[in-house]
Nanobody
């Protein structure tokens, strides 16, 4: 089992950058594919980016791939989301998630149901 804690959210101006972090507990972090999702109140949670167990095979929501970057450090048991040129529509609660069923060198799933563990989320607010 793994516990996930996000950090790094906050209030930023449009056009700025922000880096979110997700720290995992447990000894088997490298066995999980990881992903970031985001959710706005009243809307469904949406996939943002995913990365496989080894740090490869990153995939992104099509509309975000030019501005967002996912990375991980298995030694630090952490996954990161770097967001550039933020827009007011990026305002959301951002969650990291872990998929314990993922195989090595497999593109992470974009489906919420594929993920077994979730953090509590970190709020990102982008002002115009």
């Amino acid at each position: 089992q793994v516990q996930l804690v996000e950090s790094g959210g906050g209030l930023v101006q449009a056009g700025e950058s922000l880096r979110l972090s997700c720290a995992a507990s447990g000894h088997t972090f490298s066995m999980y594919a990881m992903a970031w999702f985001r959710q706005v109140p009243g809307k469904e949670r949406e996939f943002v980016a995913g990365i496989d167990r080894s740090g490869g095979k990153p995939n992104y929501a099509e509309s975000l791939k030019d501005r967002f970057y996912i990375s991980r450090d298995n030694a630090e048991k952490s996954v990161y989301l770097t967001m550039h040129r933020l827009k007011p529509e990026d305002t959301a609660n951002y969650y990291c998630a872990a998929d314990q069923q993922a195989k090595l060198w497999t593109t992470p799933s974009i489906l919420e149901d594929a993920y077994d563990y979730w953090g509590q989320g970190t709020q990102v607010t982008v002002s115009s």
